[in-house]
């Protein structure tokens, strides 16, 4: 006859292998995802939350069916390439390039995984997709490109700065997408006859000078161009517009919930949604080639009253109407 203690842990045993056999092969079916932003993960907190509500829309559970491995530059652009080169190594299925900055250091490693980015300007001039229809390599996404964003926030500060006639326009040098909405802001300005003063910076040391230089030749409003290192110092770029009483408007409505006075443009975490539907995609076995490039569809004005108020502006009813959110 056996013996019952060990028939007792032979059984165990038994019972014990099967779920770690179902655990390894779970864990083996797992598709993995390198995640690859500039910023820090606390600064992006709402769109992570969209990006992930999205993959589970779509039937992916976190340590189920899929492993995210994220890595964040905390603001320092140069650790970047070192982190995509981590992601490499981890032979992730797919890396996400979370914002421009991030798609070239997510290229350089590698030329046969697939790059989506969520938010990135125009992709094209850098080289990092052939086109918006036809992509051709290994990269897609979703762009902020709206060349009339530009000339609706001339119009927006001109209805808000009464006898507006010289503008600011703050940009970064390094940013290729900024000229093309310079252009196109320049346009809609002198349209109505209003002086564009387009003003450039390498980074957060030039802010001050920048400002001053503002001041000095008489801008009565500033428009933010979008870029993410602007984007990341905005509270700084808030504060230094209300100490040099100047009324801005930025393309996210971050800016304005940091104290800024108007926002208007796409909402990036509404664009960090669809970005898991790339992810989809590709995981079943489309090609980044033939996936387009998506442009934003859905744009949301958002006006911060107290900052109005503080400025000594009047937004009419009208305006007031037209907005998406109101911070009083």
Known sequence: MIDRRMFLAGTGAVLLAVPLAAEAQQAGNQSRIGFLCPRSRNGMVVSLEAFQGGLRELGYVKGQNITIEY???????????ALAADLVRLKVDILVAAETPAIRPARQPTGTIPIVFPVAGDPVPTGDVASLARPG?????????????????????????PGLSRLAALSVSENPYAGLVLRETEIAARAVGVRLQSVIVQGSADFERAFSGMVREGAGALIVIPDSTLYANRT????????NRLPAISPWREYVEAGGLMGYGPSIPDMYRPAATYVDKILKGAKPADLPVEQPTKFEL???????????????????????????
């Open 137 to 161: 390599g290994n990269v897609t996404g979703l762009s902020i490109l709206a060349p009339d964003l530009g000339a609706k926030h001339v119009q927006l500060l001109k209805e808000v700065v």
């Open 302 to 328: 958002v006006i911060n009253l107290k900052t109005a108020r503080a400025l000594g502006l009047t937004i009419s009813q009208s305006l007031l109407q037209r907005a998406d959110e109101i911070i009083q």
């Open 71 to 81: 890595r964040f530059g905390d603001d320092r652009l140069d650790r970047l390439p």
């Open 236 to 243: 700084h770029l808030v504060a230094l517009a209300a100490k």
